[in-house]
C-alpha cells in the first residue's frame, strides 16, 4: 500500500498548489476516486469548489467536462440526442457532457427534478440510455457536483433518491487568513491552474481502484461500521437513517483510507474520520429536531459516541490476521 499512499501524497501535493490549506478536503475526494464514488460538494460560492474539480482532472489526466445546471436545462442537454442524417438516412448519436471522465455538475440543485434524474444512470451503472439504446461511459467516471446550502431561490432540493448516489459530500469552507494571502500571491500574475502539471494516468487510478479491495477489514471493524448504520436509524432526531448503501460506502471508503495512510489494513479511527462525509447526507433529520438546529453532524456525533468501539477478540490467542490493526 505504499505505493498507493506516495501516489496519493503526489496528486494532493499537486492540487494544493491550487486549492490551499483544504488537505483534508483534497485527501476525501482521493478517497472517492479510490473507491469510484461521486462526491457532493457542498458550500458557499468562491470557495473553490470547480477548482478543485477541474484540479483533479488536470492531476489525473482524465478527460473533463461540465454541465451548468439550469433551470431551462433538459435531459438531452446531460445525456446527449439522436439527430437524423438525411445523407444516410439514419439516426446518429450525438453524446452529450455526461460522456466525460470527470463529470462537473456545476450548481446542479438548480436543474429540474426531471433534469436532475437524468443522471441516475450514470452515476449508478455508468451508462446512459438513448431512445433505447445503451452508451458505456468511460472509466474511470467520476461525477463531481456542486451546490449552494445557502441560497435556495430558483433551487429543487436533490431528492434522497440521488443523495444516496454520491459517496460522499464535502465542505471546504473558508480559508484562514494566512491561506488567503498565500491565494492573492499564488495568482498574482496567472492563475495557478493553468500551469497545473499531470502527475499520474487513469490507468493508473484504474489500478489503485483494485489495489484498494486487497485492503483487510476485519469482522469486528464490518460490525462496527453496520453498529453505526443501524444507529442513526433510530436516533430519536432522525426521520429516515442511513441505508444499506451507506454501511458499503462506510465500508469501501475505511479501506481507501486505509490504503492512502500507507495500511493494508482498516481501523476504527477509519471509520470515524469519514462517517459524517459518507452518512451524513443520508439522514433526514425530523422537523421538530430542525427547529431546536439539530443537523446530520450532530447526530452522527451522537452516533459516534454512543456506539462501542470495537477491541480484540477476548477468549485466549487469535490469530494475528483477526486481531484489530494486526495486520
Known sequence: MNDIQQIAERVADN??????????????????????????????????????AKSIARSIGCTFKRIQFTPDLLPSDVTGVSIFNQQTNQFE????????????????????????????????????????????????????????????EGTFPLPEAQLDRFLLRLHLGYPQKNEELQILDSQRKQHPLET???????????????????????????????????????????????????????YRTSQAYAAIQGRDFATPDDVKALAEAVLGHRLIVN?????????????????????????????????????????
Request: hydrophobic share 40%; glycine share 6%; charged share 25%.
Open 15 to 52: 492540487v494544493e498548489h491550487v486549492i490551499i490549506g483544504k488537505r483534508r478536503a483534497v485527501d476525501l475526494l482521493l478517497v472517492a476516486l479510490l473507491c469510484r464514488g461521486h462526491v457532493l460538494l457542498e458550500d458557499v460560492p468562491g470557495v473553490g469548489k470547480t477548482v478543485l
Open 93 to 152: 448519436f450525438r453524446p452529450g457532457p455526461v460522456i466525460a471522465q470527470i463529470v462537473l455538475a456545476d450548481e446542479i440543485n438548480r436543474a429540474t427534478p426531471k433534469t436532475q434524474s437524468s443522471l441516475l444512470e450514470s452515476m449508478e451503472e455508468h451508462q446512459i440510455s438513448v431512445d433505447g439504446v445503451t452508451h458505456k461511459l468511460p472509466e474511470p467516471f467520476i461525477v463531481l457536483a456542486t451546490q449552494n446550502p445557502i441560497e435556495y
Open 196 to 250: 497545473l502539471p499531470q502527475v499520474i494516468t487513469a490507468e493508473n487510478l484504474m489500478t489503485m481502484q483494485e489495489q484498494i479491495k486487497d485492503v483487510y477489514v476485519d469482522d469486528l471493524i464490518k460490525d462496527y461500521i453496520v453498529s453505526i448504520t443501524t444507529a442513526t436509524r433510530h436516533h430519536d432526531d432522525v426521520y429516515l437513517g442511513a441505508s444499506p448503501r451507506g454501511s458499503l460506502a462506510l
Open 287 to 327: 422537523p421538530a429536531a430542525r427547529i431546536r438546529n439539530v443537523q446530520a453532524a450532530n447526530v452522527i456525533d451522537d452516533v459516534l459516541n454512543a456506539v462501542p468501539v470495537p477491541g480484540g477478540r477476548p477468549g485466549g490467542r487469535r490469530p494475528e490476521r483477526e486481531v484489530i490493526g494486526a495486520r
